[in-house]
């Protein structure tokens, strides 16, 4: 038996040991993280109409069964759930605000999901005028990177209400396995760069410290291997290894292709000193890994993956 997000049944008299939750979602946003996201909502049986700037980005979650609409506003059209995963806040606000945005235009009913990483004011400031109409609206900024994406199993840290969480976390779980709700509007973009700026502190430390023990003439993948075992352990080092050829999987392997590309890391640093600053929070050790992160972008290393500020430490 298959319902709509909002509890309508469609019929399916061979699925009775089953419930499923089918949305008619409209996707706006395709690029790494966003294309594999759509797809994998086709995947889980959402009926999905995406729409981007780039022809190329619609066409080819076109191929794996969405539906393509010429305009946000007529992806739009005819949605429960409305997913948009977009560079930056102002595209965020342009998009939703004002007379001609998706706040504006939206039927009642419709579920609004931000899975940007942007500034939390913006958050609020958008997820503020859809609770004006009546609308529910979740920020839910992702973890994981593009193999998360890919493989459908991206951490969500969601702000909103508790009635947009449970909604939206059906829809959601066909892209994550792991969906948090950490509190009201912007509370999801405050976990995320939160999240993100521990993510690079651990980083640079692994990769510092695997550098420091192979100018030793200890082989990387055995130092690793120590340290997996011991008090140094963390996700960097166990998952995504900086230094090349200790794991086949990660970027550092692939010529630090992307993954998480060193100009995202540097945007959520920002976010995160941007945010220290109004709260007046400490925040040394991120501030530093925004500093080395800034000097390492600068000298042409904007687009490869985050992993590869290793190379900031070698002879």
Not at 123 to 140: K, N, S, W, Y
Not at 174 to 194: E, L, P, R, S, V
Not at 276 to 303: C, D, E, I
Request: charged share 15%; proline share 4%; glycine share 12%.
């Amino acid at each position: 038996l298959f319902f709509t997000s909002t509890g309508r049944s469609c019929g399916h008299p061979q699925s009775n040991k089953q419930v499923s939750i089918m949305a008619k979602v409209a996707f706006i946003g395709l690029g790494n993280m966003g294309g594999p996201m759509a797809a994998n909502l086709v995947k889980a049986g959402h009926d999905v109409t995406v729409f981007d700037l780039v022809a190329a980005a619609m066409d080819a979650v076109v191929a794996q069964g969405a539906s393509k609409a010429a305009t946000a506003l007529e992806a739009l059209a005819g949605a429960d759930t409305v997913i948009t995963m977009l560079p930056a806040g102002k595209h965020v606000a342009g998009l939703y605000l004002g007379d001609e945005g998706l706040v504006a235009k939206a039927a009642d009913g419709t579920l609004f999901m931000d899975c940007s990483t942007i500034d939390a004011d913006t958050a609020r400031r958008v997820g503020e005028a859809a609770a004006a109409r009546g609308l529910q609206m979740i920020d839910a900024p992702v973890s994981g990177g593009v193999k998360a994406a890919q493989a459908g199993t991206l951490a969500f840290m969601c702000g909103g209400s508790a009635e947009g969480f449970a909604r939206g976390k059906l829809v959601l779980e066909g892209m994550g396995k792991n969906i948090f709700h950490a509190g009201d509007h912007g509370a999801g973009q405050i976990a995320k760069i939160c999240n993100n700026m521990l993510l690079a502190v651990h980083m640079v430390g692994t990769a510092e410290a695997l550098q420091l023990g192979a100018n030793n003439g200890l082989d990387p993948k055995v130092l690793s291997e120590i340290m997996l075992n011991s008090s140094g352990k963390n996700w960097s080092l166990e998952n995504y290894n900086p230094y090349p050829d200790v794991m086949p999987t990660a970027p550092a392997s692939n010529d630090y292709q992307p993954g998480f590309m060193v100009q995202l890391m540097l945007k959520d640093l920002g976010l995160a000193m941007e945010n220290s600053l109004v709260t007046q929070s400490s925040v040394p050790m991120g501030a530093l890994a925004r500093s080395l992160y800034a000097s390492f972008s600068s000298k042409g290393n904007a687009q490869r993956d985050f992993s590869s500020i290793l190379e900031m430490f070698q002879p």
